[in-house]
């Protein structure tokens, strides 16, 4: 391992990460802070998770209070913090319990299997396939990168769970003709968050609902990347007409303490006995008391109508960058997740352009090759989001536009 300043090369992580490292000190608003003092405007939260931020007094105190009176029971008992998190994720929908986990992949194993197990419950064997689409993520676990087509995520871990179909994204004829009874779940994203950020069309959304209702097989939202506000609603399906049966949250929900959510729905819950699903961690009093603090904030009608004004401030700025540019071929994205689709000729660009904004003391992402995403937290305010984009113009300028 090789360390020169705050880069560190080689460092004692698995080489499926990167070989070169920025080492972050610290964090205070949206603002982050490397060893050596530097600060980066954060365009990245994360990977969409640090929806309220860095230095949160709040969050610390909760955690630190809860830790000091009980930090752990296992699933075989509960605990307050827990049950109200659990009763305030029902009112997101029209749902019966959840199922806590403790990442994204972890969230969505649990949705594939309920969904099976509703169909096996129900209709008997032989209606267990699974259907996902061009360009989806679901997570790098054996079950959700089965429903994730990426052949380059995929390829070395095969075979992976058969019965798998996928089928093009907002393509609702192909839907239509293809969805039948022997499926017994469809997982899809509302935005496209690793993929390239394309959104869901308003015509998809109504054929999923059409051919899930007609067929019962269980619709799963994948909202860990668009869930709890980041489009600008409670969850992005609300926002574009989806009906799902199942929802999976995660990256917000636990303000950067691992935690995810899978809402089910009474006809599901109905038919579970005790045994067939379960986790250790999930849903323990500290992650569940940070989120009930986290949940107080994201699910205020306020401040979804801000951000939904915030999203307008980023769509213009990102407007202006792409009507000047010869790079930048389309924006992509909604609300505060938001994606420059650079030309596919020009696509490895996208890692200059990584390095160009940090060096700047600007954090930026990728979704697939060439798209730069940008998922600020979700407190930032309009004037942050113009430094944001200008620092993002000079970036541009300095690759060649
Ligand atoms: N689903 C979606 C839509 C995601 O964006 C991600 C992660 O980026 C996952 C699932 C997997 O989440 P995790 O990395 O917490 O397992």
Do not use: W
């Amino acid at each position: 391992m090789e360390r020169k300043r705050a880069i560190v090369y080689d460092p004692p992580l698995p080489h499926s990460y990167s070989r070169e490292m920025l080492v972050f000190d610290r964090g205070e608003g949206i603002y982050l802070y490397d060893v050596e003092g530097k600060r980066y405007l954060d365009f990245g939260a994360g990977i969409a998770v640090n929806a309220l931020g860095y230095g949160r007094e709040d969050l610390a105190e909760v955690a630190a209070t809860q830790m000091r009176k009980l930090i752990h029971t296992s699933n075989l008992f509960t605990t307050e913090p827990t049950l109200r998190l659990a009763s305030r994720l029902l009112s997101l929908g029209d749902f019966d319990a959840v199922h806590f986990g403790n990442s994204g992949t972890e969230a969505n194993e649990a949705a594939l299997k309920f969904a099976r197990l509703y169909a096996f419950r129900t209709r008997g064997a032989g209606h267990a396939k699974l259907l996902c689409f061009d360009n989806g993520f679901h997570g790098r676990t054996m079950g959700a990168l089965s429903v994730t087509p990426n052949p380059a995520y995929k390829e070395p871990f095969e075979p992976l769970v058969p019965e798998v179909e996928v089928l093009p994204y907002n393509d609702p004829d192909t839907l239509a003709a293809t969805l039948d009874a022997s499926y017994a779940g469809v997982i899809v994203e509302v935005v496209q968050g690793e993929g390239g950020l394309r959104v869901m069309s308003q015509e998809f959304a109504a054929a999923l609902n059409e051919a899930c209702s007609r067929h019962d097989v269980m619709l799963i939202a994948d909202e860990v990347q668009t869930g709890l506000g980041r489009t600008g609603f409670a969850l992005a399906s609300e926002g574009f007409g989806l009906e799902p049966d199942i929802v999976t949250l995660a990256k917000p929900l636990g303000g950067g303490l691992p935690l995810s959510a899978t809402l089910i729905p009474a006809k599901i819950n109905t038919l579970l006995q005790v045994g067939d699903h379960g986790s250790t961690f999930g849903g323990g009093p500290v992650t569940a008391a940070v989120s009930n603090t986290i949940l107080d904030a994201l699910l205020d009608p306020e401040f979804l109508i801000e951000i939904q004004h915030k999203s307008q401030v980023l769509e213009q700025g990102l407007e202006e960058l792409r009507s000047g540019s010869d790079l930048v071929v389309e924006l992509r994205g909604t609300g505060l997740l938001r994606g420059l689709a650079l030309d596919p000729e020009k696509a490895a660009l996208s890692a200059e352009i990584l390095q160009a904004a940090r060096a700047k003391g600007l954090v930026l992402l990728r979704s697939g090759k060439n798209v730069i995403r940008i998922a600020p937290p979700l407190i930032i305010t309009p004037e942050q989001i113009q430094e944001g984009i200008h620092f993002l113009d000079q970036v541009l300028r300095e690759i060649g536009r």
